[in-house]
């Protein structure tokens, strides 16, 4: 059963980092490429960050470019999001996805929120 967990949300200020986590169960992450959204209130869901299965390339949105790094332990089978130089618009509940075949999984999401 795939099961995805994500972690390391809560209150920071603007200029903070947090680092987020995806604890993934029921597959390997490493033959899967590993995505992070986010979906601040009152906005549709968005792409943040994924890195790949083969060579783990990245890439970002453009709003996190510089920021945000996205990373993968394979021995942990867990997926990161480094968060450094937070901004309010920053705030929104993160999720972890997958897609395999035709099904995306998706985490319960974690809340991130940035303020003073």
């Known amino acids: 059963q795939v099961q995805l967990v994500e972690s390391g949300g809560g209150l920071v200020q603007p200029g903070g980092s947090l680092r987020l986590s995806c604890a993934a169960s029921?597959?390997?992450?490493?033959?899967?490429?590993m995505t992070w959204y986010r979906q601040a209130p009152g906005k549709e869901r968005e792409l943040v960050a994924i890195?790949?299965?083969?060579?783990?390339?990245?890439d970002y949105a453009d709003s996190v470019k510089g920021r945000f790094t996205i990373s993968r332990d394979n021995a942990k089978n867990t997926v990161y999001l480094q968060m450094n130089s937070l901004k309010p618009e920053d705030t929104a509940v993160y999720y972890c996805?997958?897609?395999?075949?035709?099904?995306?999984?998706w985490g319960q999401g974690t809340q991130v929120t940035v303020s003073s």
């Open positions: 890195i790949s299965s083969i060579g783990g390339s990245t």
């Open positions: 029921g597959f390997t992450i490493r033959n899967y490429a």
């Open positions: 996805n997958v897609q395999r075949g035709l099904r995306g999984y």
